[in-house]
């Protein structure tokens, strides 16, 4: 079936960087997407942005602009979500989904179990 | 810029229909957002209900159905059950490139 392992929780200081992994099984990794989610302790979702696993093509949530990156590696069908500069507000769960390889289909499934990263000095 | 809404509550019998709603603070939803919806727990990850307005998911029941009604998009439950309980989120995709969810309908069987 259809599965996307995430990494472990994380906690960071402030100004520090993170970088979350999210495994694929269960389907051909190059002929979809994956998007990354997150949600802020009792708080809403929020997408952060999506990549292309066939072309590493990206789009990212204006505000993440130039802290995020967001990478794949084929050869383990593993996508990566980096932030930078973390900040006490980047504290939340974070979620990868697979995604349509055309962004604009806009659904994200299945998900994975989410990474809970927490930012504190 | 544009803002997605969704009623923050609702509460429905059991038993009972139930349609929640994601709108634009600017604008019309219409199909070309592709409007998606999930389904959250406390604690766990979210669960895809619908896609593309009105295709339900693998496994959803059918009593979960999306649409546009006039100038949003809809989830409607019919036959509401206990386990319904949950927080419910849409998303629109934005001709900007961009994906948005809407804050969120928390929705009590009672």
């Known amino acids: 079936q259809v599965q996307l392992v995430q990494s472990g929780a994380e906690v960071k200081q402030p100004g520090a960087s993170v970088k979350v992994s999210c495994k694929a099984s269960g389907y051909t990794f190059t002929s979809y997407g994956i998007s990354w989610v997150r949600q802020a302790p009792g708080q809403g979702l929020k997408w952060m942005g999506w990549?292309?696993?066939?072309?590493?093509?990206?789009n990212y949530a204006q505000e993440l602009q130039g802290r995020v990156t967001m990478t794949t590696d084929t050869s383990t069908s593993t996508a990566y979500l980096e932030l930078r500069r973390l900040r006490s507000d980047d504290t939340a769960v974070y979620f990868c989904?697979?995604?349509?390889?055309?962004?604009?289909?806009?659904?994200?499934?299945?998900w994975g179990q989410g990474t809970l990263v927490t930012v504190s000095s | 810029q544009t803002v997605v809404t969704q009623e923050p509550s609702f509460s429905v019998s059991p038993g009972g229909t139930v349609t929640l709603t994601c709108g634009l603070t600017?604008?019309?939803?219409?199909?070309?957002?592709?409007a998606s919806w999930y389904q959250q727990t406390p604690g766990q990850a979210p669960r895809t209900l619908i896609y593309s307005t009105k295709t339900r998911s693998t496994g959803v029941p059918d009593r979960f159905s999306g649409s546009i009604l006039g100038n949003k998009a809809a989830l409607t439950i019919t036959g509401a059950q206990a386990d319904d309980e949950s927080v419910y989120y849409c998303v629109l995709y934005m001709r900007s490139g961009i994906s948005v969810f809407g804050g969120g309908t928390t929705l009590t069987v009672l």
């Open positions: 990549i292309s696993g066939y072309s590493g093509k990206t």
């Open positions: 600017s604008g019309s939803v219409s199909t070309n957002h592709y």
């Open positions: 989904a697979r995604a349509p390889v055309e962004q604009w289909l806009n659904w994200f499934d299945p």
